[in-house]
Structures are given as C-alpha cells and as structure tokens.
C-alpha cells in the first residue's frame, strides 16, 4: 500500500502586508458552526474528478445551493490575493474559485454573514 502525503506551508499568522485582500464567499449550511469552530477540512469529489481536502470559496457570491440547498447561506471574509493564488483551481465559470485548507481560512477568520444574496452568478 502506498499514499501521498501532501504538506503545504501556511503563514505563520494572518498578514495583511502581503497584499490587496480578496473578498471571498463560502456557501454553507453550517454558519453557526463555522463562526463557533472555524472551518473545518473535508475531503471529497465535489466539483472535481478527483479527491481534493480543503474548503471552497469564490470571488463572488454564489449560488448558496452550492452550500447546501435552499437553507444554506453565504459566508464573506477577505484574504490577500497572494495568499489565494497557489490555491486557485480552473473553471470554465464567470467566477474564480479556490480549494483552500481550512488551517489558512482560519487565520483570516472569523468569516461574517453575507447580506450579497441577490444578484448571484449561477453555478453553470
């Protein structure tokens, strides 16, 4: 049996100096969790062919079905977009999307509730 073991250095603590900030949104049904815990990693196929750990956030609201249907709402923080680039995955949407260790969010966090729920791009 043989597995890889992926490690990614994270900074130290949440730096502001490195550059503009990104605001970022997370559709989610677990607010209330995220804002008591922070984010947690999970694993999975969601929107990739293959295995991915991390958590999803976009440059732009989105449609909080993503999160978890109708009941899920749409979480906000703001990160330098250098931290954000080596985590940036390819799309063919009208949006940029990032597969983002929890550890990394957590350092910028906590997130806030989202008031940006109109006018949101669909997933397609």
Request: hydrophobic share 35%; with cysteine; net charge negative.
């Amino acid at each position: 049996m043989s597995f890889t073991v992926r490690t990614q250095v994270l900074p130290a603590k949440r730096d502001k100096q490195i550059g503009a900030g990104m605001r970022l949104y997370h559709p989610t049904r677990h607010a209330a969790s995220i804002m008591r815990d922070g984010f947690g990693e999970t694993s999975g196929t969601y929107l990739t062919e293959s295995d991915h750990s991390g958590v999803w956030v976009f440059d732009r609201p989105v449609d909080r079905r993503i999160g978890g249907g109708d009941e899920a709402v749409i979480m906000v923080l703001e990160i330098p977009e250098a931290v954000l680039l080596p985590f940036e995955t390819p799309g063919h949407f009208p949006y940029r999307q990032f597969l983002v260790p929890a550890a990394l969010l957590n350092l910028y966090g906590p997130p806030e509730l989202s008031e940006e729920t109109e006018g949101r791009c669909n997933h397609g």
